[in-house]
């Protein structure tokens, strides 16, 4: 016997909790994905709801991702000028290198964190919400599929809009650096706009990501809300997890699916 | 005729029901009491498969009903409507429109039809004239009314009440049990009402059952609650703080 009490977790099982849980959580997510899918697949979805899910997603995160993209784009260009000039005073790949990184990874990156923060957020909360004021079931009690009628709008709307917000926030954060080169150091608006570094294998990898954020957002961010229990603060605890677990899945999708790409194309 | 069998229920470490068995006969009004988190309300989520048990059986009109699939439900939760405690209208769409729901999800009815009868219903509960403000726009007391006028639209036999009268006024309050006593008197409706409030409970209630420690503590008519002799029953119906109640 070593005196401890036989009731407090031993190290292994502690260690092993939040493995439990993100294993848990995964498969719920898988689960609801796959319904999801199922119900799209198999019913009409409501058109009045996709078209609000359609705005709220798309239109209303504009401003934000255009001026976020935006201001990138000056700072972008303004630090790459600032080495260019240190290093080898010849700006003529500035526009052409930056470009590059913006179609393949800036710009679907940061657009899908800006979405996973302001649409995650805002998914999380208004599902919870339903969750702990009973309006899930009520739902249910009429018939209607919460996953039909909650889940789905905003996972047809996710994926095209995440690439809508992607390819505006591109041009404009490429503007913003042109603007930068040109007034910073005079680089010629035909030096910079230069496409030769964009390939297509880029341009894919660009709408792959986008498509694919636009459409994990929803589904993760449903799913924090659908687990909300307790009162206001499980809805808190519910958008907090949204934005962490939608967040992370940016990252980790960021990375399948460059190095599937790279695999490809080498 | 509503029958629970020996219904258990855990959440995580907690077994909320610990072999609940009651039977609620067709046509009464009846009242489940018990202190908060006892599991009024889980228990009778699960008549209309809103939870489901761990074990344990669950007959409606002498028919299991306990393992059916989320589908096989729909046809109870016409027969069984719901009015749940926070009045649960969708906050995206106006009075008349919540009313609608049920009517175009449970019998196809299209927009117009079901907004015609929608209208019918609220002028029940006398909202008719407010059908067309969004759910933000009414206090607690004409909200609760409108999520009634929604559960009745089907015409159900069995109307389940979660803690109908909690945050109303007295008026509002009184409203609500008549609207319940008129059903049962009128329509033969059968209501279970999770309630702790005595007023109501004393004036129109036909049976009581108290859930204490997971199971069905006392189950009888309104004057078998008053005269019962278990100290925990009358702790609990005359609200005293100190007893043999473990909470």
């Not at chain 1, 319904?35 to 709220?56: G, I, K, N």
């Not at chain 1, 972008?76 to 526009?95: H, I, K, M, N, W």
């Not at chain 1, 709008?153 to 913003?176: D, K, N, Y």
């Not at chain 2, 699939?69 to 109870?76: A, G, K, N, Q």
């Amino acid at each position: 016997m070593n005196g401890k009490d036989s009731s407090e977790p031993m190290f292994i099982e502690r260690l092993g909790a939040p493995l439990g849980d993100l294993v848990r959580t995964l498969r719920e997510i898988f689960v609801l994905l796959g319904r999801t899918v199922r119900t799209v697949a198999s019913e009409r979805a409501d058109r009045r709801e996709v078209v609000r899910q359609l705005f709220d997603i798309g239109v209303e995160s504009l401003l934000f991702i255009g001026v976020t993209l935006g201001v990138l784009g000056v700072i972008s260009l303004y630090q790459g000028c600032t080495q260019l000039e240190r290093v080898l005073p010849d700006f003529s790949r500035a526009g052409a290198t930056y470009l590059a990184t913006l179609v393949r990874e800036f710009g679907p990156v940061i657009c899908g964190l800006m979405v996973a923060t302001r649409t995650g957020s805002a998914i999380a909360a208004q599902v919870g919400s339903m969750v702990v004021t009973e309006q899930v079931d009520a739902l249910r009690m009429c018939n209607t599929d919460p996953v039909r009628y909650l889940v789905v709008p905003r996972f047809l709307a996710g994926g095209p809009m995440l690439l809508m917000l992607t390819i505006i926030g591109v041009c404009i954060s490429f503007l913003g650096g042109m603007l930068t080169a040109r007034i910073g150091w005079e680089v010629p608006y035909s030096t910079y706009v230069n496409l030769t570094m964009v390939h297509s294998h880029d341009v894919v990898m660009g709408v792959l990501k986008s498509l694919s954020f636009g459409y994990a957002i929803p589904i993760i961010a449903a799913h924090a809300g659908l687990s909300a229990h307790g009162g206001s603060e499980g809805v808190g605890a519910a958008t907090t997890r949204s934005v962490v677990n939608c967040s992370f899945a940016v990252i980790v999708l960021d990375f399948v699916i460059s190095s599937s790409v790279y695999l490809v194309v080498n | 005729m509503i029958e629970f069998q020996d219904i258990h229920k855990r959440f995580g470490e907690r077994e909320i029901l610990q072999g609940v068995s009651l039977r609620v006969p067709e046509g009464t009004v009846q009242f489940i009491i018990g202190a908060s988190g006892a599991g009024k309300s889980v228990l009778v989520k699960q008549l209309v498969g809103l939870i489901r048990p761990d074990s344990g059986r669950i007959l409606l009109d002498g028919e299991e009903i306990t393992h059916l699939s989320e589908r096989d439900f729909y046809p109870i939760r016409k027969k069984c409507a719901m009015v749940f405690q926070h009045a649960t209208l969708f906050d995206s769409m106006s009075l008349l429109e919540n009313v609608a729901l049920p009517l175009r999800k449970h019998r196809n009815m299209n927009d117009a039809e079901a907004a015609g009868h929608a209208q019918g219903m609220l002028e029940l509960v006398q909202m008719g004239e407010m059908a067309h403000r969004m759910p933000a726009d009414v206090g607690d007391g004409l909200r609760k009314r409108v999520a009634i006028a929604r559960a009745l639209t089907l015409e159900p036999r069995v109307m389940i009440f979660d803690e109908p009268t909690t945050a109303l006024d007295p008026m509002a309050a009184s409203h609500v049990d008549a609207l319940i006593r008129r059903l049962a008197e009128e329509q033969g409706v059968t209501s279970i009402v999770v309630s702790h409030d005595l007023r109501s409970i004393f004036s129109i209630a036909d049976r009581v059952a108290m859930i204490y420690q997971g199971r069905i503590r006392v189950d009888g008519t309104t004057d078998a609650i008053r005269h019962s002799e278990d100290p925990v029953v009358q702790q609990f119906i005359q609200g005293q703080p100190e007893g043999p109640m473990e909470l």
